[in-house]
Every structure is written in C-alpha cells, then in structure tokens.
C-alpha cells in the first residue's frame, strides 16, 4: 500500500508567523500536486512540482520537491487568515500514472 | 466556465432509502473521479472512470456503484443507505490520470 504522509495533522498560528508542512513517503513520484481547500467547497489545485529538486513559489508560498522525488514541502512566510484551509498533497505514481493523496494538513490562522 | 457541477449540494436520507449523486463536467475530460471525505479528514476513491463505458473500483468502493455511459457525466448510485455513509461526496475530473484533478463543490449526504 502506498501512503503519502503528511505532517503536522493540525496547525494553528497567529497571522504573520511563519511556517512548513510536509508531504513524505516511501515511493517515488513523477510528479507532485498541491491543493488547498477552504470550508464548504472542493479542493482546487495550488502548483504542481516535477522535477527532483524543484522549488515554485507562488506569492508567499513556496513548494519544494525532494531531490529523490519521494517528499516535498510547503513554506508560507508571514501566513493570514485567509491562508485557513486544508491543504492536501497528492503523488502521481511512477508505474501506472494513478493519484494518491494525503489526508491533509488543516491550518488554522488566527487573526 | 462551469467546470464541474455535483447535484444535489444537500441531502438528508433515512436508512434504506436510494438516490443517485450527480455529476458533470463540460472540460472533455476522459477522467472522472468519486471521493467520500469524512469529517476532518482527507479524500478516499471510492470508483473512478478513465473514459465512457469504463468504470473501476477504488478504495472505498463497498454500498456504491457508478456508471459512464457519456464523457461528460458519472454519476454515483447510494442503493440501501447506511449511517456510515454520512459525508461530504466530490466528484473530480482530469484530462489525463496524471494530470490535475479540477473538483466540484461537493454533496453534502447525511442518512439518519
């Protein structure tokens, strides 16, 4: 069984802090997808990272992929309220082209 | 652009009862996806669809059944419901399996 893990569970920070969540397993992807979604609606895709060492910053967030394509990480500088959600990754699987997501990290920012 | 559209948004069921989630896309995309996501907790496959007249088991694919007789829709089929079937339904579509998956807005399905 593959499995994405990601870390921490939970996350709950005061606005303008700093933090990163990461995404990790055993396999290796081909690439790597990051989605966000907020209360009430459907995930929607954030970046997607492909090759092994990667980094893609999209405003104040930074993606990065593992050199060995088995892991990756998010960075957000100076996090606000609005950056509240769930943020899921998912691997695309090396052999057969099929997704696997995590189970998430929820951050919660508090104003 | 519509994208993905997922009916009802809400449902409230009674053991036993039936119903049919539905869900279309106006993308062409030849892959459509089921997910369940529990309270707090991430996405589970419960049956995906790599083009019309193709259907294939998930994770989670016990109590449900699909069907994809068009590109364009894929619907999910509740036959006896069950209180453990109580969570939020998205549907997701994608042109290809490794590309990424552009999600609905969720049904919200409890059975009491």
């Known amino acids: 069984t593959q499995l994405l893990e990601q870390s921490p569970q939970f996350l709950s920070i005061q606005e303008g802090e700093n933090l990163t969540v990461y995404c990790n397993s055993s396999s290796v992807f081909s690439s790597l997808q990051w989605y966000r979604q907020e209360p009430g609606e459907g995930p929607v895709l954030l970046v997607t990272v492909v090759t092994g060492g990667e980094v893609k910053k999209l405003k104040r967030l930074t993606f990065q992929f593992g050199d060995a394509r088995k892991d990756s990480s998010l960075h957000i500088t100076a996090a606000q309220p609005g950056d509240t959600g769930l943020y899921l990754c998912?691997?695309?699987?090396?052999?057969?082209?099929?997704?696997?997501f995590g189970k998430g990290t929820r951050l919660h920012i508090l104003p | 652009n519509a994208g993905v559209t997922q009916t009802p948004k809400f449902r409230i069921l009674k053991i036993g009862q039936s119903m049919t989630l539905q869900c279309t896309q106006d993308?062409?995309?030849?892959?459509m996806y089921w997910y369940r996501q529990d309270p707090g907790m991430g996405l589970k496959l419960i049956y995906y669809s790599v083009g019309a007249g193709i259907t294939d088991k998930g994770e989670v694919p016990n109590g449900y059944n699909v069907s994809r007789s068009t590109t364009e829709d894929f619907p999910l089929r509740l036959e006896l419901a069950a209180p453990s079937q109580t969570s939020v339904y998205f549907c997701?579509?994608?042109?290809?399996?490794?590309?990424?998956?552009?999600f609905g807005d969720g049904t919200r399905l409890s059975i009491l």
């Open positions: 997701a579509s994608s042109y290809a399996g490794w590309q990424p998956q552009h």
């Open positions: 998912a691997g695309v699987m090396n052999r057969d082209d099929k997704i696997i």
């Open positions: 993308m062409n995309h030849n892959y």
